[in-house]
């Protein structure tokens, strides 16, 4: 697992465009200001670029690459065409697949479990259909949290409304591959779930 994914507070920015077809983030450490991660879609193809502009958009594949600002690359996010619930997969910095997502049915808000390498259950990530507020849970256990308010040492960062925090629980490890599973989803939040509309 890269460096990059050992702290526990990311602060993520998307940027905006009126005629935008990828999903571009900056992600930053909110205590300092500097610069982590890059996440984009450098692959996309003609017709999903069209079709981002439709109603369809939610169902158009994605390939998202996560690097540092020098280009190493970190985790990589990937959905082919989806008809009914995302089903996603997360690889590591060697292409490695090292779980996934799979969208739950019927679940007011939004909620993905997601899943180990084998398709096995390690955390629900749910949200509230009020706002942007989700939590990666285990049982009674929040090993993580993104939200859209936050009022640390970021909070000057926070220009516009497609800034949001995430906040890794102290009880996940720093080498822990959680993390990774953690990150992708965050991007897939904001592409799978929060698009809709």
Not at 4 to 28: C, I, M, P, T, Y
Not at 45 to 58: E, H, I, S
Not at 140 to 166: H, I, P, R, S
Request: glycine residues 8%; proline residues 5%; contains cysteine.
């Amino acid at each position: 697992m890269h460096p990059a994914l050992r702290q526990n507070l990311f602060l993520v920015k998307e940027h905006v465009g009126f005629f935008k077809a990828s999903n571009n983030f900056d992600v930053f450490d909110p205590a300092t200001g500097d610069l982590l991660l890059h996440c984009r879609e450098p692959n996309l193809g003609f017709f999903t670029k069209l079709l981002r502009f439709t109603d369809y958009k939610t169902m158009t594949p994605f390939d998202v690459e996560v690097t540092t600002p020098d280009g190493e690359p970190v985790v990589r996010v990937t959905r082919g065409v989806n008809l009914f619930l995302s089903k996603v997969k997360v690889l590591d910095e060697d292409n490695v697949c090292v779980g996934g997502f799979k969208q739950k049915m019927f679940s007011i808000g939004g909620a993905f479990q997601v899943l180990g390498v084998n398709d096995e259950p390690l955390c629900l990530l749910q949200g509230k259909w009020t706002g942007f507020q989700y939590k990666f849970v285990h049982g009674d256990q929040v090993l993580a949290e993104v939200n859209k308010k936050w009022n640390g040492l970021g909070k000057e960062m926070f220009t516009t409304a497609d800034n949001y925090m995430l906040q890794i629980s102290d009880v996940v490890p720093p080498d822990n591959p959680i993390r990774m599973l953690i990150i992708g989803a965050v991007f897939c939040i904001d592409m799978v779930l929060k698009e809709r509309g």
